[in-house]
């Protein structure tokens, strides 16, 4: 479980260090607006990549599947499911 963490962490830790250490290495006479501006785009970039990462850990939305396709999953897969719909009474 431990290697579900390392991913974020690396991430976090790169864009940390942009946001944080990189600003007092600006020069010029904008400084505080290069700063500011190191800043808000490392913020901005690791907001982002956490969206997608999260997202692609947890769907909202699955695969759209016919029952068909379901159904020969279910077979290959080892759990066959009767069809209900040749059912005559």
Do not use: H
């Not at 006479?29 to 501006?37: E, M």
């Not at 190191?38 to 969206?51: E, Y």
């Not at 692609?56 to 069809?83: C, F, H, T, V, Y």
């Amino acid at each position: 479980m431990v290697e579900a963490y390392v991913p974020p962490v690396i991430i976090t830790a790169i864009w940390a260090f942009i946001g944080i250490i990189c600003p007092f290495f600006a020069r010029g006479p904008n400084r505080g607006v290069t700063q500011c501006c190191i800043m808000l785009t490392a913020v901005t970039c690791w907001l982002f990549w956490l969206c997608c990462y999260l997202t692609q850990m947890n769907p909202l939305i699955g695969p759209k599947l016919s029952s068909n396709e379901i159904m020969i999953m279910a077979r290959e897969w080892g759990n066959p499911i009767k069809d209900t719909m040749d059912v005559t009474v």
